[in-house]
């Protein structure tokens, strides 16, 4: 099993849906949670951090569930220049640790 | 602003060959990351630095080595590159904490004949 899953994609959608991703970590000690996104040829970025309260930037809302081992992030109002791989990151040993999922991909059609 | 620069962005190297590449970050970061990115496959660690001269291992570190002289400045190595070794090499760095924010490079594709 890997450490960090998630659905495998792709997801396509139309423009102003909502769509949510989900994501699950199997370490129980991993200590912090991430969002990062990477457009097709392009190095990943940072997208947003992801805390136990919830948290939200913009269209965009991260959720973790320590309990559960889940992570979610839910775009709502999607736009074309959402297009592109997210990766649910997963942090141990104070930020020496960088584990990613797979990854999935969204597509939004005009 | 904040850079990791990959000394190459499209190599073709001839199986057997060794192959260097290198990454610069100047961000005075301590930690610094290799990762190889497969399709279906995801990114994988091959491996990270946490200090100048200080290496460990990641999920893939056969046929790799690194080495760390000084802060800014991580490279790969591939002693005798082979065919499955053809893939896009992802140089990282971060500052040690749980701030969650790793810096890539443009990433170096390598092909291997």
């Known amino acids: 099993r890997k450490e960090v899953e998630q659905d495998p994609g792709p997801f396509n959608v139309p423009e102003g849906a909502t769509v949510a991703f989900n994501c699950t970590y199997s370490?129980?000690?991993?200590?912090?949670f991430f969002w990062y996104r990477q457009d097709c040829r392009k190095e990943p970025k940072l997208l947003m951090s992801?805390?136990?309260s919830g948290n939200e930037d913009g269209r965009f809302t991260a959720q973790l569930n320590r309990a559960s081992q889940y992570i979610s992030l839910l775009i709502r109002d999607s736009k074309l220049s959402d297009s592109a791989t997210y990766l649910c990151v997963v942090i141990h040993n104070y930020g020496q640790n960088f584990v990613f999922g797979p990854g999935t991909r969204l597509s939004v059609l005009p | 602003d904040v850079k990791v620069t990959q000394s190459s962005r499209y190599l073709v190297k001839r199986t057997g060959e060794k192959v260097f590449l290198e990454c610069v970050q100047d961000?005075?970061?301590?930690?610094m990351f290799w990762y190889r990115q497969d399709p279906g496959l995801g990114l994988r660690l091959i491996y990270f630095s946490y200090d100048v001269k200080m290496k460990e291992k990641g999920d893939i570190p056969e046929g790799y080595s690194v080495s760390r002289e000084k802060k800014e400045r991580f490279s790969l190595i591939l002693e005798s590159a082979s065919t499955n070794q053809t893939s896009m090499y992802l140089c990282?760095?971060?500052?040690?904490?749980?701030?969650?924010?790793?810096?890539f490079g443009e990433g170096s594709r390598l092909t291997v004949l």
């Open positions: 961000m005075d970061h301590e930690n």
């Open positions: 992801v805390y136990s």
């Open positions: 370490n129980s000690a991993s200590q912090s």
């Open positions: 990282a760095s971060s500052r040690t904490g749980y701030d969650g924010e790793l810096f």
